[in-house]
């Protein structure tokens, strides 16, 4: 039975038009108007959960603490209706870890091409920088998963803006994703932490939800998370954003509220109407675009090729110079490896060694890969890579085959080797010593 029926027979307005079927008893009058009453009331909860009309405000639930009284922001409108917005700005003096706001910029989009490796973005201006992060009613994604608060940020000035877009409802959502739509005719590129994976594709189907076309598709997209995994996971195991602003930036936060609390806390904003609830959100948000400006000046500076980086961990610089090869920048490369093969860390120092040999011996250059070869024997006397390709330029190039035999046994004799690759150099051994036996046998011949 439909609600309109059960108020016409709850109020009699049924029997006025029917008239009442013979040997039925209604209710008294009494009891009509307690069932009304109650009934009346389950109405105003379920239409409590809704707003007074197309771009109305919410409805109030309880008595409600206001959300501007937490957080510096106030209600805005477009075309889509209502929804609130808090912007910030960062001065150039204030701090962020280890950094300086105005010291965040400007970005090297020559090098920010390298981290994204678009070529696109760099004769792009580190001013069309949109970064972005979302908070979610869930990390499942798909049409359930609602992105109820937005939070942007860009380079203005000295300074950092950051503007926060929440949908104090769910019927505010179009509105916040008009509002981004109209900031991103002004951006050129964007800078996320996973957002490629989650907070796009989230953002995409959000704009198919509301019959909206997707903005983002079409821009350029640095994913700061990539770029993190390929030059810090050599010694960093735990690559999320916090454990890197504490790890690299220097930066820490003191009552945080944990990322997987704050689909709860949106839930119960939306049946209380507490500010008090959201505010921890909003400055987590906040503090997670600030995390990436800050994170995208970090990474720039580690991957600098004329810089020494004296700041920087030396598996740092190398892994960038391992970045620097993989997009075929080899003189970035070169410039990177050169200083480092002369490092204090004995690690780092035969890495860059062995990359920087490697880079020579493919571009024929073999006075430089020798000398590096023979420096890192002398250096460690039981560097099997280096003894090996000793062994292999004094059989192939030299012809030496004696030489070559005696490295090759060296090598064979390191405690490090593994088993086959003991098998394989002991083949070596056998293939070199065949081969100066023919030698020999035709020099008496």
Request: charged share 30%; proline share 4%.
């Amino acid at each position: 039975m439909s609600v309109i029926n059960r108020l016409q027979r709850l109020t009699g307005e049924a029997e006025k038009g029917d008239g009442k079927k013979a040997g039925t008893v209604g209710p008294s009058e009494g009891e009509r108007a307690d069932q009304i009453r109650r009934l009346r009331e389950r109405i105003d909860a379920v239409l409590s959960h809704r707003p007074e009309g197309p771009g109305g405000r919410p409805a109030a639930r309880g008595r409600g603490v206001p959300l501007e009284e937490f957080v510096p922001g106030a209600e805005a409108q477009n075309e889509g209706g209502r929804f609130f917005c808090a912007q910030r700005v960062a001065g150039g003096s204030s701090r962020h870890g280890r950094f300086c706001v105005r010291d965040l910029s400007p970005l090297d989009m020559d090098r920010i091409a390298v981290l994204a490796n678009d070529p696109v973005l760099r004769g792009l201006d580190y001013r069309g920088a949109l970064f972005f992060d979302t908070e979610t009613t869930g990390l499942a994604g798909g049409t359930g998963t609602v992105a109820f608060l937005i939070g942007l940020g860009w380079f203005e000035g000295d300074g950092f803006v950051t503007r926060q877009l929440f949908a104090r409802d769910y019927a505010e959502e179009r509105a916040t994703l008009l509002d981004l739509t109209a900031l991103l005719r002004e951006r050129r590129f964007l800078v996320s932490f996973n957002g490629k994976a989650f907070d796009a594709n989230l953002l995409a189907s959000r704009f198919v939800m509301n019959r909206l076309p997707d903005p983002l598709a079409a821009l350029p997209h640095l994913d700061l998370l990539h770029s993190a995994r390929r030059l810090l996971s050599h010694r960093l195991t735990d690559r999320r954003l916090g454990a890197l602003e504490a790890a690299v930036l220097g930066f820490e936060r003191e009552g945080d509220i944990p990322g997987s609390e704050i689909p709860q806390r949106y839930f119960d904003w939306l049946r209380r109407r507490d500010g008090r609830l959201m505010a921890d959100v909003f400055e987590h948000n906040r503090l997670d675009i600030l995390s990436l400006a800050a994170l995208a000046a970090h990474l720039t500076e580690l991957i600098d090729p004329e810089g020494e980086g004296a700041r920087c961990h030396p598996g740092d610089r190398l892994a960038a110079a391992r970045l620097f090869l993989a997009r075929d920048r080899r003189d970035e490369a070169v410039r990177v490896l050169d200083p480092l093969c002369r490092c204090s860390s004995p690690e780092a120092a035969r890495e860059a060694s062995r990359e920087l040999s490697l880079h020579h011996k493919r571009n024929g250059r073999w006075p430089e890969a020798t000398a590096l070869w023979e420096e890192m024997v002398r250096r460690h006397g039981e560097d099997c890579f280096a003894l090996v390709e000793l062994a292999k330029w004094h059989e192939h190039k030299r012809r030496d085959f004696k030489r070559a035999l005696e490295l090759t046994e060296r090598a064979a004799s390191c405690p490090s080797l593994q088993p086959d690759e003991r098998a394989d150099l002991a083949r070596r051994c056998e293939r070199l010593e065949r081969t100066l036996a023919t030698v020999r046998t035709a020099s008496k011949d």
